[in-house]
C-alpha cells in the first residue's frame, strides 16, 4: 500500500530514541517545505485545519469531508508522514469509525481521537470531557476502523488541564489497554506532571502545546516523549506576510518594490518544477 513507508516512519518515530518537533502543515505548499527542510514528520492541527480551509477558528465548524481533502492535497504533494488531528472523530464513535476510513484513505500516518466534549454544548464556556466509558468505545472504534494496521491510532485527552492529572492518567491507562499506539496529552503544565503521567503509563508519548519548562528535548526524550509540538507558527507567519504584502499593494507600492516574497528559486523548488518540466518532455514532447 503506497501510504504504508510514511505510517512506518511515524512508527520508527515513537518507537525511536528520541523527541522530535514535527512541522505545522496545513496544505501542499506547508508540507513541501516542512520536508525540504527535513522534517521527520508534519502535523495537520485542527486548529490550523479550520483556518486553511475555512478562515475559522477552532469551534468544530469544518466538516470530515474538507479535513479529508485537505490531508488527500498534502498526500498528493509530498511523502511526508501526517500526523492529523481528528478531534473527536466528528461524532460518535461509529462517526470516528467513518473519519478513521477517510483519513486513511487521504494518506494519513496517523490521526489522534481525543476525549473533548465537541462541538461546545449550550451554555458552556469550560471545555468538558466525554466520559471515559465513551472514550475507549471510540478509541476502540479507531483501531476497528483501521484498513491498513500500520496506520497510527493515539488516544488523546486534554483531562490534566480540564479535571486533573490523576484523571488523565486514569484515561490513558484505559486508553493503552485498548492496543492504542501512543497517548497524546494536553494541557500538562509542569515536569512533575508529566513524570507523573510518565510513570503511570507505557505507551510513547506525544505533548501538545507545553510550558517552557518542558522544552527541553533531552528531558522530553527521557520522559518517553516521542513526538512535542510546537504550534503552529507557520500559518501565522503566511497571514501576515499575505497581510504586509496586500496591505502594501492596496496602499499604492508597486509589485516591484515589496518586499518579503518567495524568490523564483523557493517558488519553483515547493512547485517541484524540475519534476514537472520532466515530464513535460517526456510525455508533451518538450524541451528539457
Ligand atoms: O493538534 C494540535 O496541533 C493542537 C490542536 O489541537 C490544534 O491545533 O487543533
Ligand atoms: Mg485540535
Redesign the pocket.
Known amino acids: 500500500m503506497a501510504f504504508r513507508s510514511r505510517r512506518e516512519k511515524l512508527r520508527s518515530i515513537l518507537s525511536g530514541e528520541t523527541c522530535v518537533h514535527p512541522g505545522s502543515v496545513y496544505d501542499a505548499i506547508s508540507i513541501r517545505i516542512a520536508e525540504d527542510l527535513g522534517f521527520p514528520l508534519g502535523?495537520f492541527?485542527?486548529?490550523?485545519a479550520s483556518l486553511a480551509v475555512l478562515g475559522d477558528p477552532?469551534v468544530t465548524l469544518i466538516t470530515l469531508t474538507e479535513l479529508a481533502e485537505q490531508m488527500r492535497r498534502m498526500s498528493r504533494a509530498s511523502a511526508l508522514p501526517v500526523l492529523v488531528?481528528a478531534d473527536h472523530g466528528y461524532g460518535n464513535a461509529l462517526n470516528v469509525r467513518r473519519t478513521v476510513q477517510e483519513l486513511e484513505t487521504a494518506g494519513a500516518a496517523g490521526l489522534t481521537i481525543e476525549d473533548t466534549l465537541l462541538p461546545a454544548a449550550f451554555g458552556e464556556t469550560k471545555v468538558q470531557l466525554i466520559t471515559l466509558e465513551e472514550g475507549v468505545g471510540k478509541i476502540k472504534a479507531a483501531l476497528d476502523a483501521r484498513n491498513d494496521p500500520s496506520l497510527v491510532v493515539m488516544g488523546r485527552t486534554g483531562a490534566a488541564a480540564i479535571t486533573s492529572v490523576e484523571d488523565a492518567i486514569r484515561r490513558a491507562q484505559a486508553y493503552e489497554a485498548t492496543g492504542v499506539d501512543a497517548l497524546f496529552f494536553t494541557g500538562i503544565k509542569s515536569r512533575a506532571e508529566l513524570e507523573a503521567i510518565t510513570s503511570a503509563t507505557r505507551l510513547p508519548i506525544v505533548l501538545?502545546g507545553a510550558p517552557d519548562e518542558l522544552n527541553a528535548l533531552d528531558y522530553l526524550t527521557g520522559q518517553r516523549v516521542r513526538i512535542a509540538?510546537q504550534g503552529?507558527a507557520p500559518i501565522a507567519a503566511a497571514t501576515q506576510a499575505v497581510y504586509e504584502t496586500q496591505k502594501a499593494l492596496r496602499e499604492g507600492t508597486a509589485p516591484k518594490a515589496l518586499r518579503g516574497l518567495a524568490s523564483a528559486e523557493l517558488t519553483n523548488r515547493v512547485m517541484r518544477e524540475t519534476d514537472v518540466k520532466a515530464r513535460g518532455a517526456d510525455f508533451l514532447g518538450l524541451k528539457r
Open positions: 502535523m492541527g485542527g486548529s490550523v477552532d488531528d501538545g509540538l503552529h
